[in-house]
């Protein structure tokens, strides 16, 4: 298992619409995604970033604070040497495209993500 750095960043948040125009307007970032519960955006090295409403069924699990995804070069194999550490995972691995996804539960009791893709 190799970790490549951050690939990704989800933040639920009561303040949707403020935030969503901080991180178009402020910070500049392209927009990618706009749906009702929620908005994405990319960062120019690809890293993405997504802000959700509080009442995103989808992402309920996930809590107050932001939740990062941690860049791997293989979800599979590095989800199964989590696992055999004890890491508890969420469901199965999820994927869209060319892109892989697994979240967890660190050991701060905050939830985290490993993507691939």
């Not at 190799?2 to 690939?7: D, V, Y």
């Not at 178009?24 to 960062?43: A, D, I, K, P, Y």
């Amino acid at each position: 298992m190799r970790i490549e750095g951050l690939g990704w960043l989800g933040i639920r948040t009561e303040k949707f619409e403020e935030t969503a125009r901080f991180f178009s307007s402020v910070m500049r970032l392209e927009m990618t995604r706009r749906e009702h519960n929620v908005v994405g955006f990319v960062f120019p090295d690809g890293t993405e970033l997504e802000v959700w409403r509080p009442e995103d069924e989808f992402h309920s699990f996930f809590g107050e604070g932001p939740v990062v995804g941690f860049r791997v070069d293989d979800v599979e194999e590095a989800r199964a040497v989590m696992e055999a550490a004890g890491v508890e995972f969420f469901g199965p691995i999820q994927r869209s495209g060319n892109t892989a996804w697994s979240h967890f539960r660190g050991p701060d009791g905050n939830v985290y993500e490993i993507t691939e893709g």
